[in-house]
């Protein structure tokens, strides 16, 4: 397996190219340890895949955690494991870091990445991305900000996550205006459940941008595994919390389209629904995260899956909103 290359998608015109499947690492410091992170890091690595997603923040939801511990994990493993140029490491800075540290400013960002470089033990980060939008900083001086860390040769390349349109479009602006580094990718939310809040004005933005887009959220949270389908599913798990408000008819009509492709194919509801995602031509590679390897090679197997117009359409129709649903939602 370790010879093996999983087939490289341009993510924008970042340089970067990447495997049609990115591993989120907002597991680490959560529901997996280190030597459990170390195992699905090298069995995604040796499997051909090479981009790990992560952000300062993970996973600072946790009681007794501060936020670092994801990169922390993902650092030991780089040092002992020798692989750094085996991988593009993706991280993120902007979230509330605790003590008032947070958003898009220069002092924030600069020293952000310093931080995050330090857990991670590495000398540059390939991709570094905006994790919401600062509507206190001007998008100039986070972009010169950026500037400042590509020329120190501590970053590589710049994303955005969960940006506006417009506000995509302003930053775009700015960088043509003022030959500052631009956004090269996004990374929305998006999976068949949540569809709205990327196709349409954000999509389009990304496609006349050349944008990579890596979407999180890809599997809703589990709920697209088909593990959860009743409230008694979601008693003592882990996402139990973020998963209940998928359990409607609209939810439930997903699951029973992803079942019939998922039989069709000889597949599994969470393989057929990253293939949706790696079918739609926005998409550069959908971020999925897993606890063990098996669970690994199932999300893996997913690259090779390539669903027919048929499939795709069924489950477009079955995503759908009613008129009724969308007055709810």
Known sequence: MSEKQATRRKLGNSGLEIAPL????????????????????????????????????????????????????IGKWLKQSGKRDQVLIATKSGLDMGNGRKGLSREHILRSADESLAR???DYIDLYQSHTEDAGTPLEETLEAYAELIKAGKVRAIGASNFKPETLRAALEISREKGLPRYESLQPEY????????????????????????????????FL??????????????RGSRVQKYLNPRGLRILAALDEVAKHYNATPAQVSLA????????????????????????????????????????????????EERRIA
Request: glycine content about 10%; overall charge negative.
């Open 225 to 238: 595994t088909g593990k959860y389908r009743t409230e008694k599913d979601l008693a003592n798990r882990s």
């Open 276 to 323: 949706w995602l790696l079918a739609k031509p926005a998409i550069t590679a959908p971020i999925a995260s897993a606890t063990d390897v098996k669970q690994l090679d199932e999300l893996l197997g997913a690259t090779g899956l390539a669903l027919d117009a048929a499939a795709v359409q069924k489950l477009d129709q079955a995503s759908a909103y009613s008129e």
């Open 120 to 122: 991670l033990q590495t």
């Open 22 to 73: 990115v591993f989120g690492g907002n597991v680490f410091g959560w529901t997996v340890n280190q030597a459990g992170a170390s195992d699905l890091l090298d069995h995604f690595v040796n499997a051909g895949f090479n981009m790990v997603d992560t952000a300062d923040v993970y996973s600072n939801w946790i009681p007794g955690n501060r936020g670092g511990e994801s990169e922390t994990i």
């Open 191 to 222: 999976n068949l459940y949540e569809r709205e809040k990327f196709e349409g004005e954000v999509e389009a933005v990304c496609r006349e941008n050349h944008f990579g887009v890596i979407p999180y959220f890809s599997l809703a949270s589990g």
